[in-house]
């Protein structure tokens, strides 16, 4: 392997190197301090990497995002959410029995215990259902305890399967119906969407277009390597909290408006437009706009410098959809119109900022009827497979160690206490 040299105060050291299975070529720094007493500063993180990683790779020049070496528009376009969870999570494919087993253990699960349907009673009906969501997930810890090492991925089978209902459960609170319990008879996300959906008072049939449609949209947010809410779940999994912490953690970060907490953003900010009569240039301007701290929400990616994808699927999937549904939704109009400017715009070109996956999964949650401040749950139900393939990788490599970063110190150097009474 090449050898990176550094030559620091008229010292030259040198640090190894090392590619990856896609070339990707990563200088190892772990004796940087001890060789010259300095660390690296990358705020951020842009071009710093946590660990070795055998479950996602993503291409940001060219647009590739594989799960496990698959591409994502042909898992995108051949399976269902379930195998993708089970080949994020082990590392392979399902077999028809493989995945047969899988769906049992998700459907076995998919009840939460009677008691924890006590604590919605204590949340206001205006809770944002991120916030009963990652508190929820926190809490099975409690029924839970820490299991024995060989029981671990139990408790990763345990957390796939209820985290769904306790999100529907979330979306049934804020709207005063009762809670629909999972049904053993349905696909994941189908019993979903009836969750979601049905009432006691009459039966509803989930339409197999929806159960497609949010087939897709959890399969292509399943996972993206270190995003900043999987970093997260890294982070706590490495002091050895249980897997709900983790978990949970990750839930917290994802919610923020520069993370997934975008897609809600951007229907926001969509309807903001059409309010205001449509004038997306007047937005596209305002987002360049320096004096000004309003972005064009679901445009950017620290690692696409390209297309995402994902946006380039869900676009294609929200016509088909809304077609399907016999639907027109203003707001996927001006969608197009506001990409088709902004792309066309030298600011936008120049800074690389393309539609990522947050830009058209809310008109598709519209489509199906979700709320806008459920579609962050909707972005949560798709990482948790990622999130616990990353928490299963750390928590198996023999070598983890706990998450400790360095700093450089620039506040105050010693001095000495004045008595209040002089200061
Ligand atoms: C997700 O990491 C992942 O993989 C995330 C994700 C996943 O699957 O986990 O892909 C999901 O989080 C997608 C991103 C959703 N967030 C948004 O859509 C919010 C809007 N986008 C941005 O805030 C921003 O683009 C980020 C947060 C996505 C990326 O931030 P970076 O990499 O830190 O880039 P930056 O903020 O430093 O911006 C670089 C420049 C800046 O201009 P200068 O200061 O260099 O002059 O681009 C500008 C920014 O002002 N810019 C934007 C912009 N995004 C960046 N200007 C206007 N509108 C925007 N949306």
Partial sequence: ????????????????????????????????????????????????????????????????????????????????????????????LPSKEQLQSFREKLTYHSMIHEDMKKFFEGYPPTAHPMAILSSMVSSLSTYYPEMAEEDGDLNVLRLLAKVKTIAAYAYKKSIGQPFIYPRNDLSYCANFLHMMFAVPTEPYDVPKVLEDALNVLLILHADHEQNCSTSTVRMVCSSQADIFASISAGICALSGPLHGGANQKVL???????????????????????????????????????????????????????????????????????????????????????????????????AMGIPTDMFTVMFALGRLPGWLAHWKELRDDPHSRIYRPRQIYTGATQREIVPIEKR
Avoid: W
């Fill in 1 to 92: 392997m090449s050898i990176a040299k550094l030559t620091l105060e008229g010292k030259e050291i040198e640090l190894p190197t090392y590619r990856g299975t896609e070339e990707e070529l990563g200088i190892d720094i772990g004796q940087l301090r001890g060789q010259t007493g300095a660390i690296t500063v990358d705020p951020g993180f842009g071009n710093s990497g946590s660990c070795n990683s055998e479950i996602t790779f993503i291409n940001g020049e060219q647009g590739i995002l594989r799960y496990r070496g698959y591409p994502i528009e042909e898992l995108a376009e051949n399976t269902t959410f379930p195998e993708v969870s089970y080949l994020l999570i082990y590392g392979e």
């Fill in 268 to 366: 926001e900010m969509l309807e903001m437009i059409q309010q205001d009569g449509g004038d997306y240039k007047k937005y596209v301007n305002l987002a360049k706009d320096k004096n000004s701290d309003f972005r064009l929400m679901g445009f950017g990616h620290r690692v696409y410098k390209n297309f995402d994808p994902r946006a380039t699927i869900l676009r294609k999937t929200a016509d088909e959809v809304l077609n399907n549904l016999g639907q027109t939704d203003p707001m996927l109009d001006i969608a197009k119109h506001l990409a088709e400017v902004a792309l066309s715009d030298e600011y936008f070109v120049e800074k690389k900022l393309y539609p990522n996956v947050d830009f058209y999964s809310g008109i598709l949650y519209r």
